[in-house]
């Protein structure tokens, strides 16, 4: 089973809305991720949790705030953002070495910010 | 340059046809090497692992070298279903910190009747 979830499947906020987007996995993996997709771009990586700890941070401005519940739960929360935020923000997870890092992605959340 | 480099194509070929997407990276620190595949408005999903020795899925095969720092894929007999986008990624994992995937641009393929 590769099943990553995520919800909600669209957003809409405005730019003064607190919001969280939230990731689930069951498969064991330790390392979670999140990326965000505009429109005919290939992913790019936002922050990386390894075994519940923030470790990569891709110098992503602080309206977005990444929290790990637990090893299968990953958040993102939103707040304050601006309209060329809007994007598909998809969630990853993985195991550690030995599988050569395969990732498997959510479906994402549509973000509209208006 | 970018970290990793595709042609984002289209390429527009018929069904039955053979397509061979390459890819170029440039960090040597890369580790492990992928394909995903992207439907219009869904998540990208893997296709393969991309291995020296090459490996090969049914009608799609992967190969690596990293002398030259290049991954292909190569597609036989195509179906109207493989058309998508396809990404490359590399990997660049280190204990403790998960792996940083760096994807190409895409390549779009549309397989018409």
């Known amino acids: 089973d590769t099943e990553v979830t995520q919800t909600p499947k669209h957003l809409v906020m405005g730019m003064t809305n607190k919001k969280s987007l939230k990731c689930e996995q069951h498969m064991g993996h330790r390392a979670m991720y999140w990326y965000k997709q505009k429109a005919k771009k290939p992913p790019e990586l936002m922050f990386v949790y390894s075994y519940e700890k923030l470790s990569i941070n891709e110098s992503v401005p602080s309206r977005f705030s990444p929290e790990c519940p637990n090893s299968s739960l990953l958040n993102l929360h939103l707040h304050a953002l601006q309209p060329e935020d809007s994007a598909l923000y998809l969630c990853?997870?993985?195991?550690?070495?030995?599988?050569?890092?395969?990732?498997?992605f959510g479906p994402g959340t549509r973000l509209t910010v208006l | 340059r970018k970290e990793v480099e595709q042609d984002p194509g289209p390429f527009n070929v018929p069904e039955g046809a053979t397509v061979a997407f390459n890819c170029t990276y440039s960090n040597s620190a890369s580790q492990s090497f992928f394909w995903y595949r992207q439907d219009c408005r869904k998540e990208p999903k893997l296709l393969m692992s991309?291995?020296?020795s090459g490996n090969e899925d049914g009608r799609f095969t992967a190969q690596l070298n990293r002398a030259s720092q290049y991954i292909s894929l190569l597609i036989r007999d195509s179906k109207l279903s493989d058309s998508a986008t396809y990404l490359c990624?590399?990997?660049?994992?280190?204990?403790?910190?998960?792996?940083?995937?760096?994807f190409g641009q895409g390549t779009e393929l549309s397989v018409k009747p």
């Open positions: 990624a590399v990997n660049r994992q280190s204990y403790n910190q998960g792996g940083k995937l760096i």
């Open positions: 990853a997870s993985s195991h550690y070495s030995g599988s050569g890092g395969e990732q498997f």
């Open positions: 991309v291995y020296s």
